[in-house]
């Protein structure tokens, strides 16, 4: 089968495809993406019939990791769709090679897979993050004081919009996406968005649907009880429920106590393109917030690679492992969740997670 990119003018042709396969609306359902985004297109890889019709077609949407001072290389996979005519005949399996194929020459990290499937796993893809949901009641928030300097503010127009994404871009891991992404994100929940203001200053924003706090992004040291109390004051009802991610480690730790129950789902999958690039990262990063002495340990992740990590004056270096033991060997899914901050639930006696100190990567 012959793959090739989408190209701009084929952007309504590429888009109808896609929306008669899930049945939905690509340009409602993924805004920030679809609509009315012609090169789009160009991230886009499919496969046609005789005639020229698609009949396959793949996303993989470059975004990147940015861990401090240092970035990772991400490629976003989704529209995975095959015409329902030519399934079972390896459209899919040939395109996930292709674009796994094309991420190696363009030095690509990671790759994400949103959904858990387990046919993807095939493919060298396992499930990471997850996706908590907290229930928070009148009873979690009345002995809790809210401070004066806090107020909620509905968001009419695009006045907040660059401070929004100036909160987004601040912190210390966070992804950024393709270009106006951000923004055109803002314009789904439009009607749905609060901006938390502290002292008139812009300190956090929250898009909600209902009761349900969809997406929480504050700045560092906001007290969030405070937050979460005006919100259900605004909002004028109780419980409320608020999504809560993985790598929100603060905001995650504050549910965990003031909540009465959550529930926990796999959020996504990845795939790791380039391991010994993702183990430097994370270790120097490890380095600017720890005390480490020089060492030196040996990895081995089950069918990607084997390296030596060697720390000397507080420099990490990636090295070839040459006839010599293996100090911690890892399967692919121990790895990946040791790299998105999961290491207490693996199982190995020691952990990549708890040798490195993995920071929190944001989720896709």
């Keep these: 089968m012959q793959i090739e990119k989408v190209d701009i003018l084929e952007y309504n042709d590429m888009i109808n495809f896609a929306n008669s396969v899930f049945h939905l609306n690509f340009a409602k359902k993924l805004s920030w993406l679809y609509n009315d985004n012609p090169n789009i297109c160009q991230h886009h890889h499919s496969i046609r019939d005789e005639k020229g019709n698609f009949i396959g077609l793949i996303a993989s949407i470059p975004m990147t990791i940015v861990n401090g001072t240092d970035t990772l290389e991400m490629r976003g996979v989704g529209t995975v769709s095959a015409h329902k005519k030519y399934r079972g005949q390896g459209i899919m399996k040939t395109m996930l090679l292709h674009i796994a194929d094309h991420a190696k020459t363009e030095n690509v990290d990671i790759m ?15 499930p990471i993050g997850h996706h908590m949901k907290y229930t928070v009641t009148s009873a979690n928030l009345k002995n809790h004081n809210v401070y004066d300097s806090y107020t909620l503010e509905k968001v009419k127009d695009d006045r907040y919009n660059d401070q929004f994404k100036a909160l987004a871009d601040s912190e210390y ?74 790598h929100q480690q603060i905001l995650q730790n504050t549910l965990d106590i003031i909540s009465e129950n959550f529930k926990s789902e796999k959020c996504a999958q990845i795939k790791i393109v380039n391991p010994r690039n993702l183990v430097r990262v994370l ?82």
């Excluded at 994400?112 to 396992?126: D, E, I, P």
């Excluded at 898009?207 to 919100?231: G, M, P, R």
């Excluded at 492992?321 to 990946?336: H, K, P, W």
């Excluded at 290491?343 to 989720?363: K, V």
């Design 112 to 126: 994400v897979l949103n959904g858990n499937r387990q046919r993807y796993q095939r493919y060298g893809y396992v």
């Design 173 to 246: 891991q966070h992804v950024i996406r393709p270009k106006c992404d951000y923004i055109k994100r803002l314009d789904t929940w439009k009607n749905n968005t609060l901006a938390v203001l502290k002292d008139g200053e812009v300190v956090g924003q929250i898009c909600y649907k209902f009761n349900t706090i969809v997406e929480l992004l504050l700045a560092h040291k906001v007290d969030i009880i405070s937050v979460l109390k005006l919100f259900s004051s605004t909002i004028k009802s109780l419980p409320i429920i608020v999504n809560c991610y993985g």
């Design 283 to 364: 270790l120097k990063t490890h380095l600017l917030r720890t005390k480490i002495g020089d060492m030196s340990v040996s990895i081995h992740i089950e069918g990607i690679d084997t390296f030596q990590c060697i720390i000397r004056d507080n420099v990490c270096s990636i090295t070839d492992c040459d006839d010599i033991n293996f100090d911690y060997s890892y399967t692919l899914e121990e790895f990946s969740f040791a790299v998105f901050g999961m290491s207490h639930s693996l199982s190995a006696p020691f952990r990549l997670g708890y040798l490195l100190g993995i920071p929190n990567i944001d989720q896709v």
